[in-house]
């Protein structure tokens, strides 16, 4: 998650040009804010062992693969074939799976 803030950070705090960010960890998966905000949830479940942290991880996680389609309509609307061309070449959340 450290990663890919850093990446975006001027974006997001100086309001500067948007420009599609392709590499560093957004060359491995394209959203891995969700993919890092998903692992913690993981990782409580394992250690907590109850059954409801065992059935919200799960919707945790669809909750963000929900997001993302609605994240990359607009991105696509904003970048066009650039995006599209991006989408072809790297994974939507977990690196080499989806």
């Not at 974006?11 to 948007?18: A, G, I, R, S, T």
């Not at 949830?41 to 059935?55: A, E, F, H, R, V």
Request: hydrophobic residues 45%.
């Amino acid at each position: 998650m450290i990663l890919s803030l850093r990446r975006i950070y001027r974006f997001l705090m100086f309001k500067e040009e948007k420009k599609l960010v392709k590499d560093g960890v957004y060359g491995l998966v394209r959203h891995p804010l969700y993919l890092g905000d998903s692992i913690w949830p993981i990782g409580w479940s394992l250690i907590w062992t109850k059954l409801c942290s065992l059935i919200l991880t799960p919707i945790w996680f669809l909750f963000y693969i929900i997001t993302t389609f609605y994240e990359e309509r607009r991105l696509e609307e904003e970048f066009g074939d650039e995006y599209r061309e991006y989408k072809k070449r790297v994974r939507r959340i977990i690196p080499l799976v989806y």
